[in-house]
C-alpha cells in the first residue's frame, strides 16, 4: 500500500511541477512587436529620444490561398516607427511598451543606430544599457547617422527587405566596417578608449530615385563621444592597420590619363611592437595579394621587372594612405583608434602597467615603421593589353 | 486516492483469483490425462478419447479391422491431416490380409510413413491427435501409433510487407512454424544450430521454439531464455507479442526489448551473433533476444548495400530519428520561449503565418500530431484501396483545409509531416511508435518550460535507456558502457572485411567471426613471376 502511494506521489509530482508553473515566460509569436531596427537621439531639449521600428504583421497580409502561392506584395512598406522621448533610455524604453499593444521584443533588433548629436555627447550611458540587458542581442550591428537616426529609420530601401537589413549588408559588404554591439563595448571598454563606428549618410532624392542609406565613412569615438569623422578614403587608411583590408581596388596613375588597377584579393597585416630605451615602437607588417585589372599604361606588366615596380609603387601608395591618416590620429585626434595600447600590452604587460596612465601622452610620439609588401599575382587574363600594341 | 488505491487492489486480487482458478484447471487436466495411461482395451480408448472429444465435430473416429482379424480405431482431425496419404500409406495396407500376424512390430513395418512414434497414453494421444498427426489405436495393445502425416492449408512464403527491401532475400516467414525452422535451417545448416521446443497455453497448447547457435549463443543466456518461458502461465497464445510482455526485462519500458522480424535473414544474422530467436507456431514475426537500441535502427539493407551506402544511410537514420521525437517539441519551444534564436525573415514570415491562428502553439501542435496519429492509423486499419483515399483526403484536404481555414498555419504542417516522415524511417515499425508516443510529452514540457523542458525530458529518457537492458545486455551498449570494438557496426557500418568479432550478446564466447587480414588487394606475389 506504502508503495503504491509512493508510485502515485512519483508520478503526480513532475505533473504538479509541469502544470503549476503553467506557461512560465511562455509568449507567442503573436504577442510580440518585434523591433528590427532601433535609433536612439538626443533632442533639443537634453531628452533621449527612442525610435524602433517594428515589423507590422497585419492580418490582411496572411495569405489566405495557403502555403503554396507567396503573394508578391511582402517586402518593405510593413513597419512602423513608434518614437518615444525619456531622460533615460531605460526609461524610454518603458515608456515604449506603455505605447504598443504587444510585448517589447528586442531579440530581433539588428541595427542600433545612434544620432549624430547624442555621438557627440557621449555613448556610454546607452552602452551601459546595452550590453547589460540580456534581450539585446550582442551581434547588433551599430552606426552612426549624421542625421537623426529616426530619420533613417523612416528609410525603405527597395531591394532589400528593411532599413535595417540594408545597413547591414552593406556593412558586411565592405569589409572592416562590421561592428557590433558587442565590438563597440570592448573597443569602448578597452585599454585604448577609443572606437571607431560606421557613419550613415541619406543620399537624397533623385528624379526616380527614392532616399536612400549609404555608409559615408567612420565616426571616431574618444572616450565614448564622437569627436571627428573620416571619409572613406581615410577609412581605408584605418584599415590596413586594424587588418581589416577591403577587398578593393587600388588605381595607380603612373603618367597622365594613363591607369594601372590591382584588386586586392586577401590580405594579412600584423602589429609588431617594441619598446627600446622608451621609445615605443610599431612595425606594421602589411602583406596583401593582388592581381591587374586594368592596364592602359605603356608597360607591359607580363615582364617581371615592371611588376617589381609596380609592387613598390603600389607600396608607396598604400603607405601615403596609411601615413597621412596616422597623422590624423596621432597629432590631431590624439586617440589611438588602433589599438595601439593592447598591443603593446600583450607584449609588454609590465611595461604597460607603469606607463598606462601615460598612455595618452605616449601614443602620439609612438614611431611606426611600415613593411608594406603587396606581391602582384597575376595579370589578369590577358598579359599585355591586346589593345594597345605599344605596350613593351 | 484511497478509492483509487482500492480499485487497483481490487483489480491486482481479481487477477490472482483468476489465475488460481486457471491453474486449478490446468492440474485436473494434467492429473486426469496423466493417469489415464492406454489400456489395452480399444472400448475403453475409445470411450475415454470420445469423452474428451465430445461435442468436437472436426474429429474423426475411424473404425476399421487390421487383416479381417483385429479390430482398429484411426482417430484424426479433419482439415489437419492429409486424408489422402492416410488413405494410402496406412489404411491400404493394413486392410490388405497379408499381414501374418497383426501384432505392434509387423503393423508398424508395414505401414509406408517415415515418422511413426509410439503412443502411450491418452495424455500422448491428444497431443498428436492436436497437432494433425492421425492416431492408430488397436485392440489387445497397449501402444498406439501416431504417423507424421499432418498437413493443413497454409499461406506460401511471401515477402514480408513490413519489411521490404531492395536489395537481399525476398522471403518471409509464414504461420506455420516447422515451415519456419526449415527456413532458418537453410540459412544455418550448421549441427550447432539447435531449436529447443516448449508447449504453453492451457488452452492453445502454442509451440514455441528457441534457436539459438550451441557454442556462440552464451548457456547462460539459453538457461535465463527457458527459465523466463517455462515461468509463463496462460490460456492462449496467439502472436509472439504475448511471449514478448510476459518475458521482456521492463515491463514498463515504452521501448521493445526484443526485436521483431518476418525475416528470415535478419534472423539469421543475430544467430550468427549469438542471439535467440524465438518463434511462435501461428505467428509469421519472431523475436530476437537479446538487443539494443542501435539493432531497432539498422535495416537488413545496410547490410546489402556497399558500407560507404550503409554508413551514410545509418546516419540519416539517426539523425531522422531525433527528429522524429524532437521535431515539433523544438518547434514549439523556440516560438513561444526562445524567438531570439530563428533567423529574423524566418521569424517575420513563421510569425505572419500564425497571425491568424486562434490556438497557442502547443494546442496547435498536439492537435496537428493528433491529427496525423488518426489518419496514419485509419491508414492502416482500411483495406488498401480505401487506404489510399484516407491519404489523399488526409493530406490534400485537411492539410491544405485547414490553413486555409486559418486552424493551423503552414509552418506547423510541414513540421508534422517532417516529423512524420522521420518516425517512418525508423527500419523497426515497433521503435517508430515508441517515438511518437513520446513525442506527446516531449511537446507538453516543451510548451510549459521550453528548451529546459525538452532538456529534462531528454534527460528523463537517455536515463531510462541506460538502466535497461535486453536479457542482461545494455540496452545503449556499447555505446554506454563503451566497447570500442562494437563500434563498428554501430557508428558505421564497418566493411565486411573489418568485422572481424561478433558483438554484445556473445559475451566473449567464440568471438572471432572471420579470419583477420581478408581485405581484398592485388596479389602481388604472383603478378611478379
Known amino acids: 500500500m506504502l508503495k503504491r502511494m509512493k508510485g502515485v506521489a512519483l508520478l503526480a509530482l513532475p505533473l504538479a511541477m509541469l502544470i503549476l508553473t503553467g506557461c512560465w515566460d511562455s509568449i507567442e509569436v503573436n504577442d510580440l512587436a518585434i523591433i528590427t531596427a532601433t535609433g536612439l537621439d538626443l533632442t533639443e531639449d537634453q531628452q533621449l529620444e527612442l525610435s524602433v521600428k517594428i515589423y507590422l504583421i497585419s492580418p490582411s497580409d496572411v495569405d489566405q490561398s495557403g502555403s503554396m502561392s507567396e503573394s508578391g506584395n511582402n517586402g518593405n512598406g510593413k513597419s512602423v516607427i513608434r518614437s518615444v522621448r525619456g531622460k533615460s533610455i531605460a526609461q524610454a524604453a518603458s515608456k515604449l511598451q506603455q505605447i504598443l499593444t504587444r510585448q517589447v521584443f528586442w531579440g530581433q533588433a539588428e541595427v542600433f543606430i545612434f544620432g549624430a548629436e547624442l555621438a557627440k555627447h557621449g555613448l556610454n550611458d546607452v552602452m551601459d544599457y546595452l550590453t547589460r540587458q540580456p534581450t539585446i542581442r550582442e551581434r547588433a550591428n551599430v552606426f552612426i547617422s549624421e542625421t537623426t537616426a529616426k530619420e533613417v529609420l523612416e528609410l525603405n530601401p527597395p531591394i532589400e527587405r528593411s532599413v535595417a537589413d540594408a545597413l547591414r549588408e552593406m556593412a558586411r559588404l565592405q569589409t572592416g566596417l562590421d561592428t557590433t554591439v558587442l565590438d563597440l563595448a570592448q573597443m569602448m571598454s578597452g585599454r585604448s578608449r577609443a572606437a571607431i563606428i560606421p557613419t550613415v549618410e541619406i543620399l537624397s532624392e533623385d528624379d526616380d530615385q527614392e532616399p536612400f542609406p549609404q555608409i559615408s565613412g567612420l565616426a571616431i569615438i574618444k572616450n565614448g563621444a564622437m569627436i571627428d569623422q573620416v571619409d572613406e578614403v581615410n577609412t581605408t587608411g584605418i584599415m590596413w592597420l586594424r587588418n581589416k583590408i577591403k577587398q578593393t581596388a587600388l588605381t595607380l596613375e603612373p603618367a597622365p590619363d594613363q591607369h594601372v588597377s590591382v584588386q586586392l584579393l586577401r590580405g594579412h597585416s600584423e602589429l609588431i611592437p617594441s619598446i627600446v630605451n622608451d621609445r615605443w615602437e610599431i612595425t606594421a607588417r602589411i602583406e596583401t595579394l593582388a592581381e591587374i585589372i586594368e592596364n592602359t599604361t605603356d608597360r607591359d606588366y607580363s615582364i617581371p621587372d615592371h611588376i617589381a615596380q609596380l609592387k613598390t609603387d603600389l607600396a608607396d601608395h598604400v603607405n601615403q594612405h596609411i601615413i597621412h591618416t596616422l597623422e590624423l590620429a596621432q597629432q590631431t585626434w590624439k586617440v589611438d583608434i588602433y589599438q595601439f595600447a593592447d598591443v603593446f600590452y600583450r607584449a609588454y604587460p609590465k611595461v604597460w602597467a607603469r606607463s598606462k596612465d601615460r598612455w595618452e601622452e605616449i601614443f602620439p610620439e609612438v614611431e611606426v615603421k611600415l613593411e608594406t609588401n603587396i606581391i602582384v599575382r597575376r595579370p589578369g587574363m590577358t598579359g599585355k593589353n591586346i589593345f594597345k600594341p605599344g605596350q613593351r | ?529
Open chain 2, 1 to 529: 486516492m484511497r478509492t483509487v488505491s482500492r480499485l487497483l487492489s481490487q483489480l491486482l486480487n481479481s487477477g490472482r483469483r483468476r489465475s488460481e482458478h486457471m491453474t486449478r484447471i490446468e492440474q485436473q487436466w494434467h492429473d486426469q490425462l496423466d493417469q489415464a495411461k492406454l489400456s489395452d482395451e480399444l472400448e475403453l480408448n475409445i470411450e475415454r478419447l470420445k469423452a474428451i472429444y465430445a461435442d468436437c465435430s472436426d474429429v474423426i473416429f475411424h473404425e476399421f479391422v487390421i487383416s479381417e482379424r483385429m479390430r482398429a480405431m484411426l482417430i484424426y482431425i479433419e482439415g489437419l491431416t492429409n486424408i489422402e496419404e492416410v488413405d494410402r500409406h496406412v489404411l491400404a495396407p493394413l486392410q490388405r490380409d497379408s499381414l501374418q500376424e497383426p501384432i505392434l512390430p509387423n503393423i508398424r513395418r508395414t505401414i509406408p510413413v517415415s515418422s511413426i512414434k509410439p503412443v502411450e497414453s491418452i495424455r500422448d494421444a491428444i497431443e498428436e491427435i492436436c497437432t494433425g498427426n492421425p492416431v492408430l489405436l488397436m485392440d489387445k495393445e497397449q501402444q498406439g501409433l501416431s504417423f507424421g502425416l499432418s498437413q493443413w492449408e497454409k499461406r506460401s512464403i511471401e515477402e514480408p510487407t513490413a519489411e521490404s527491401v531492395l536489395k537481399g532475400p525476398r522471403e518471409g516467414f509464414i504461420e506455420s512454424l516447422r515451415t519456419n525452422t526449415a527456413l532458418l535451417r537453410r540459412k544455418v545448416q550448421t549441427p550447432n544450430l539447435k531449436i529447443r521446443a516448449i508447449r504453453t497455453g492451457t488452452y492453445s497448447r502454442t509451440t514455441i521454439a528457441i534457436t539459438y547457435i550451441e557454442g556462440i549463443a552464451s548457456p547462460a543466456l539459453v538457461d535465463e531464455m527457458m527459465r523466463r518461458l517455462q515461468r509463463i502461465e496462460i490460456d492462449g497464445i496467439l502472436e509472439s507479442t504475448y511471449i514478448e510482455e510476459l518475458i521482456e526485462d521492463n515491463p514498463y519500458s515504452l521501448f521493445p526489448q526484443l526485436l521483431s522480424t518476418e525475416r528470415p535473414d535478419v534472423a539469421a544474422s543475430y544467430l550468427l551473433e549469438g542471439c535467440i530467436v524465438l518463434l511462435v507456431d501461428g505467428s509469421p514475426s519472431v523475436r530476437i533476444a537479446p538487443i539494443t537500441i542501435y539493432s531497432l535502427l539498422q535495416s537488413p539493407e545496410d547490410y546489402y548495400e556497399r558500407y560507404f551506402i550503409g554508413s551514410a544511410i545509418r546516419w540519416l537514420r539517426y539523425l531522422f530519428f531525433a527528429i522524429s521525437l524532437l521535431g515539433p517539441s523544438l518547434y514549439v519551444a523556440v516560438l513561444t520561449f526562445h524567438q531570439e534564436m530563428i533567423p529574423t525573415p524566418l521569424l517575420l514570415t513563421m510569425a505572419r503565418s500564425r497571425e491568424q491562428i486562434p490556438f497557442p502553439a502547443l494546442i496547435e501542435a498536439l492537435l496537428m500530431e493528433t491529427m496525423f496519429e488518426a489518419l496514419r492509423e485509419a491508414g492502416a486499419r482500411l483495406p488498401k484501396q480505401i487506404g489510399s483515399a484516407v491519404s489523399i483526403v488526409g493530406a490534400l484536404v485537411i492539410g491544405q483545409a485547414a490553413i486555409s481555414a486559418g486552424i493551423v498555419s503552414s509552418p506547423m504542417v510541414m513540421v508534422v509531416a517532417i516529423t512524420g516522415i522521420a518516425s517512418f524511417m525508423a527500419p523497426r515499425f515497433n521503435v517508430g511508435v515508441t517515438v511518437r508516443l513520446l513525442r506527446f510529452p516531449m511537446m507538453l514540457l516543451a510548451g510549459f518550460l521550453g528548451f529546459l523542458g525538452i532538456i529534462l525530458g531528454i534527460i528523463v529518457i537517455l536515463n531510462h535507456l541506460l538502466t535497461l537492458r535486453s536479457f542482461g545486455v545494455p540496452y545503449m551498449s556499447p555505446l554506454a558502457p563503451m566497447r570500442g570494438r562494437d563500434l563498428k557496426d554501430v557508428l558505421i557500418r564497418a566493411p565486411r572485411w573489418m568485422m572481424n568479432t561478433r558483438p554484445h550478446a556473445a559475451e566473449n564466447r567464440n568471438l572471432r567471426r572471420q579470419e583477420p587480414n581478408i581485405r581484398p588487394h592485388p596479389d602481388i606475389e604472383n603478378e611478379r613471376t
